[in-house]
Structure formats: C-alpha cells, structure tokens
C-alpha cells in the first residue's frame, strides 16, 4: 500500500504529527532525516497497519531502527512522493516566515506612498494662493487626500501586527510542545534522571571533547544487592530506593557534571576534576551520603535496611573511545563489588 503525500496538510496538523514523531525518533535513537521522518509520520498517522507493525516488531527487537532497515521498511511500504512530508512542514514553517516578510514588504510600500502623499500634498499647500478662490478646495483635498493615506496605513500596520501575533503563536506553542517532548523522550520516568538513550549520545560527546587540565572521568555507580532487597521488601519499596539515590546522585553531581540512569540499579555519571585527590574526596563523600539513606516501616522508625552503593571510575585519556571508557569504568565497578561493595575503584586507561 502506497500512501499518498500530495494531501494539503495544514501547519497545525504537521505540528501535531512532528510532536509525536520526533519523540519516537529521539527514543529509539534514529536520526531525524527525511527518510526516518516520513516513516514515523506515516506511523503516527495510523493509515498504514502493516507498516506498524513490522516497525513495532523491529524495535521490540533491536531497541533501534537502522539506517538499512529504515530504508527497506521505506522501499516496501512508502514512495519518494511521501518524502515530501518533511519537506511540507518545512515549507509550512517557512510559510509562516514568508508572510511575515511579505507583510513587511506591504508595510514598507503603504509607507512609502504615504510619504509621497505627504511630499505632494505639502507641495501643493506650498503653492496655496489665499487670494485664490480655489485655494480652500485644494487644502480640502490635500486633506482628504492625508486622512485616506493614514487610515489605511493604520488599518495595515495593525493587520500585520495581528499577523506577527499569530505567527509567534504558532512558533512559539511547537517550540515548546518539542522541547517538553524532547525532555520526555530523554528522562527516566521513575527517577526524572537522563535515560540511557541520553547518555549513549551524550558520551560520545564527552570523549569526543578536548582534553582540558584535570580530570575527566565516567563513574558508575551500583546499588548493593539490590535484586535481594527486592524480592524481600517488593518492588514499591526497590522503586522508592532507586528514587531515593537518584536524588542523592543529582544534588551532589550536578555541580561538576550530569547524571544518568544506565539501567536497572546501576547510574552513572559523567564529570570534571581538579586532580585526582578532589575526584576521590567527592566520589568518597557521594558513597557516605548515599549510605546514611535508610529504608524504614511507614509510621515507624525501625529500619528495614540501609542502603549502600559500589563506585567504578574510569579515567577519560586524550584518545578514549565510548566503549573502552564504558569497558574500563565497569571493570572498576566489577571489582568494587569483588573487593567488598560499598567503595570505589579507579581504572585509568
């Protein structure tokens, strides 16, 4: 089944189609092109079931949808003609702008025959002769002639004022439907920290990043035997636990860097450091802090258990690649949990 792309569609529409298919593109880490586009909007529009469904069974599979199967899903179910989607809502936005130049234009004629006006009219009165029976016609008219050329410019100015209104409207209202979306699609619904589709796009960016003086380090963090404290306590009680450290986790990190959910109980996060010595006093003073928290019975003060978490640091060199700082930070973890749990463990590459 071919869909069509030649429907006029109007802005407000596109706008509702982008709010809810850039999100999807952003969680299932696909670029936003043209191509990625006119698949999640065909998506979203619901006209296509099989074209949903092979979609769903891809990403329930591989988290993702590549470039290639992008492309094969867009061979078999879409044409070249859907493409023009994308390029549709551009147009639109760029519609929008259009006529707010436009009106400017008009604006800028209407005054500028309205200054024309006023040079011939102010040559005219210069001419007036009193003596002249005529002379109070030609003031009349020169008057009339103001009035009429003033009102109309009046009338414009404030027809293109309503029209930048309505413009900044629009912008304004997508602009901010995007960014919620956007910061839905990266957050953790449980803890409200940066997701793992966050961080996966994020570290490429801080490897990538020149190396300054002092430190820079990725560390993982995971919450001891958390899988027992689950199957004794319940999942609402493991819920209000990861919670609990996630807040811990952004009120001391959020001065030197940002903060992730990896997954399950295990964070992250990535920072700066004066030196090696302020890197350990930190993480040091993050591990003590996240172990004064402590379970209790509701409307009680017994302590059902207190909570303890194991520290990897992976030191950032100048040429470190995502994977091998993400391998190196949980090889430190891995052997913070061997030695012990409740520490921290450094691995410089």
Not at 80 to 106: H, W
Not at 174 to 189: G, H, P, R, V
């Amino acid at each position: 089944m071919i869909l069509s792309a030649h429907v006029e569609h109007s802005l407000s529409y596109s706008s509702s189609c982008l709010k809810r298919a850039i999100p999807l593109m952003v969680k299932y880490k696909m670029p936003i092109t043209p191509l990625n586009y006119a698949l999640w909007y065909c998506y979203v529009s619901g006209r296509n079931k099989a074209l949903n469904g092979e979609l769903d069974n891809i990403i329930r599979t591989f988290s993702t949808c590549d470039q290639e199967r992008a492309k094969y899903l867009f061979n078999k179910y879409l044409s070249q003609d859907d493409l023009s989607l994308f390029y549709q809502l551009s147009n639109d936005f760029n519609g929008v702008v259009s006529n707010v130049q436009q009106g400017i234009n008009d604006t800028l004629v209407h005054s500028i025959q309205f200054n024309q006006t006023l040079q011939e009219c102010r040559e005219q009165l210069n001419d007036v002769n009193l003596s002249d029976g005529d002379s109070f016609d030609n003031v009349l008219d020169c008057v009339e002639r103001l009035s009429g050329e003033s009102a109309a410019l009046q009338d414009r100015a404030q027809d293109f004022q309503n029209q930048l209104a309505q413009a900044y409207a629009e912008i304004s209202e997508l602009k901010q439907e995007l960014t919620l979306s956007k910061n839905k699609a990266e957050k953790d619904t449980l803890t409200g920290l940066y997701n793992r589709g966050k961080f996966d796009e994020d570290i490429s960016r801080f490897c990538q990043a020149a190396h300054l003086a002092g430190l820079a380090v990725l560390v993982m963090v995971d919450i001891d035997h958390f899988k027992q404290f689950n199957d004794t306590f319940g999942h609402q009680k493991g819920d209000q636990v990861l919670r609990a450290v996630a807040s811990k986790l952004l009120k001391h990190v959020s001065s030197v860097g940002q903060v992730y959910r990896f997954g399950g109980e295990e964070f992250c996060f990535t920072a700066h450091f004066a030196s090696v010595s302020d890197m350990t006093n930190f993480t040091q003073q993050l591990r003590i802090a996240i172990s004064k928290l402590q379970v209790k019975k509701p409307k009680s003060t017994n302590v059902l258990s207190k909570i303890t978490a194991s520290f990897g640091i992976a030191i950032k060199s100048k040429n470190s690649q995502p994977e091998q700082l993400i391998a190196k930070a949980d090889q430190a973890l891995y052997l913070a949990k061997e030695h012990g749990r409740n520490r921290l463990e450094i691995v410089e590459e």
